[in-house]
């Protein structure tokens, strides 16, 4: 099971009121989250929305109101109340969540596609820190998923910057988170992904041994020197072997043009 309250069922039940430029629309959704198909894992929420506000919602898992306006404070006083209406609630849950979530979940299950991470340091984007890792997720589906970076076990939460998830052009994401730091001796620090495909949350340690930007210009400027020093010893080679033959070739070559000219 996932930590992440990964998917949603959406029901819209949509009305609205106009009364001259400033028209007044609202709607009810009712929204089923879950996070497996067992049926705890699965809540329900009556939401009324007003100009697309929320304005108060019902939530299954504690069987409560919570009101976002004072306009909607009648709402709970009176109607968000008693055993008629939470039987009304429950009746909702079996009928549009029980059902669809054992069927959306497997849907989800049987498309789920495992990212492939890769973990890596790259030049900070400012010069407050020493340093600055990447954490890739490429390839994965389906789109909600979460990285975090761990220091010695802790969540760290400041100097981090995520992208969105991006969108692949096939069915597939990919996202990219930066952790900017200043490297201490000893310490471990980790990216960790948690995603629908994964079973629990999986950890990738940053082994600071591995190339860094500066190690990565220096392999970069050695094989640029080494295809340098092969170059000029093949046009060298080439060089002498052109200049050989030229010697050969010129009389022969000369010969036929001369006769035709004449
Ligand atoms: C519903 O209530 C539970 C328990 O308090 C809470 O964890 C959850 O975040 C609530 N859901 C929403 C959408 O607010
Ligand atoms: C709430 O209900 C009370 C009594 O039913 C009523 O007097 C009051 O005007 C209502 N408040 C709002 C904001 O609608
Ligand atoms: C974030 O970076 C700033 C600037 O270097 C530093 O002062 C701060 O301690 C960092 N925060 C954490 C949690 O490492």
Known sequence: M??????????LLLFSSLSGVDGYFGHFEM?????SEEPR????????????KLLGQYNSTTEKCTVYTQWMKNFTETACKGPAF?????????KYCSSNVPV????????????????????PFSTRHLAMLVCSAYDFYPKPIRVTWLRDGQEVTSNVTSTE????????????????YTPTPGERIACMVE???????KLYDWDPSMPG???????????????????????LIYYRKKSTEGRVLVPTMALPEIYGTI
């Open 104 to 123: 959306v979940y497997g849907y989800l299950l049987d498309k789920a596609v495992e990212p492939y991470v890769r973990l890596r340091s790259v030049e």
């Open 2 to 11: 996932s930590v992440l309250n990964l998917s949603s069922i959406h029901l």
């Open 41 to 52: 894992d699965i809540e329900f929420l009556l939401q009324v929305y007003g100009n697309k």
């Open 165 to 180: 998830e991006l969108v692949n052009g096939d069915w597939t994401y990919q996202i990219h988170s930066h952790l900017e």
């Open 213 to 235: 930007p500066e190690k990565n210009k220096m392999v970069i400027g050695a094989c640029g020197l080494l295809l340098g020093v092969v170059f000029i010893a093949a046009g």
């Open 31 to 35: 929204r089923c989250r879950f996070s």
């Open 86 to 94: 939470l039987a009304a609630r429950r009746d909702e849950i079996k």
């Open 195 to 201: 995603h629908f495909s994964l079973t629990e949350p």
